[in-house]
C-alpha cells in the first residue's frame, strides 16, 4: 500500500531564503508525482507534474526533482516571498491499476517579511 | 480555457439531511475524482468516474455517491448528513490517462450543523 509522507509539516523561514521541501513514497511503482499549492480555504493548484521518466521539472523559482529508487521528491523554492506562504503538498500515482492519487499530508510554508 | 468549476461553494444542512455538489470539469477531459478534506484527516480520496463509470472508491460508507453525465459533469450525494460530514469537498479534472495532470477546482465547503 503506497504511502506518502511529508516533512517538516510546518516550516518558517525569512523572505529571500532558498528552501527545500521533502516528500517521500513507499512505492516507487508511480505513473507520476505532482506537486501542488493550497492556499487557506481554497482549493489545490498545480505546481509541477514529474513523470516517471523524469528527474526534474522547472517553473519559474519552483525545480522539483524525482528520484524513484529512493523514494524521493524534493520541491525546490529559490529567493521565497511572502506571497509563497501556503501549504505545499505532493501527490503520486502508482501503477497497481487503480487510478487514484494518494496524497501527502502536507507542508505548511510561511515566509516572513 | 476554463478551470474546474464546483458548486456551490458554501452551504449549511443540518444533520440527517443530504446534499448535492457538482463538478464541471476542464473540457475535453473525461474523469472526475472527489476528494474530501478535513483538518484532522487530510486529504481523502472518495471516488473517480472516467466515461461515466465508476473507475475507483475509497473507503467511504455508502452515503456517499456520485454520478457522472455524458458531458463528463460529475455530482456527488451525501445522504443522513452527520456532523463529521462538515468538509471541504474537493473536485479534480484530468484527461484520464495514466499519467495524466490532476487539476482541482476551488470545493465546495460544507458545513453540517
Known amino acids: 500500500k503506497q504511502e506518502v509522507t511529508q516533512i517538516p509539516a510546518a516550516l518558517s523561514v525569512p523572505e529571500g531564503e532558498n528552501l527545500v521541501l521533502n516528500c517521500s513514497f513507499t512505492?516507487?511503482?508511480?505513473?507520476?508525482l505532482q506537486w501542488f499549492r493550497q492556499d487557506p480555504g481554497k482549493g489545490l493548484t498545480s505546481l509541477l507534474l514529474?513523470?516517471?521518466?523524469?528527474r526534474e521539472q522547472t517553473s519559474g523559482r519552483l525545480n522539483a526533482s524525482l528520484d524513484k529508487s529512493s523514494g524521493r521528491s524534493t520541491l525546490y523554492i529559490a529567493a521565497s516571498q511572502p506571497g509563497d506562504s501556503a501549504t505545499y503538498l505532493c501527490?503520486?500515482?502508482?501503477?497497481?491499476?487503480?487510478?487514484?492519487?494518494?496524497f501527502g499530508t502536507g507542508t505548511r510554508l510561511k515566509v516572513l517579511a | 480555457k476554463a478551470g474546474v468549476t464546483q458548486t456551490p461553494r458554501y452551504l449549511i444542512k443540518t444533520r440527517g439531511q443530504q446534499v448535492t455538489l457538482s463538478c464541471s470539469p476542464i473540457?475535453?477531459?473525461?474523469?472526475v475524482s472527489w476528494y474530501q478534506q478535513t483538518p484532522g484527516q487530510g486529504l481523502q480520496f472518495l471516488f473517480e468516474?472516467?466515461?461515466?463509470?465508476?473507475?475507483n472508491k475509497g473507503n467511504f460508507p455508502g452515503r456517499f455517491s456520485g454520478r457522472q453525465f455524458s458531458n463528463s459533469r460529475s455530482e456527488m450525494n451525501v445522504s443522513t448528513l452527520e456532523l463529521g460530514d462538515s468538509a471541504l469537498y474537493l473536485c479534480?479534472?484530468?484527461?484520464?490517462?495514466?499519467?495524466?495532470?490532476?487539476?482541482f477546482g476551488e470545493g465546495s465547503r460544507l458545513t453540517v450543523l
Open positions: 479534480a479534472s484530468s484527461s484520464g490517462e495514466p499519467a495524466g495532470e490532476l487539476f
Open positions: 512505492d516507487s511503482a508511480i505513473y507520476n
Open positions: 514529474i513523470q516517471s521518466s523524469q
Open positions: 501527490a503520486v500515482k502508482g501503477t497497481s491499476g487503480t487510478y487514484k492519487y494518494i
Open positions: 473540457s475535453g477531459h473525461r474523469s
Open positions: 468516474y472516467f466515461s461515466e463509470t465508476q473507475r
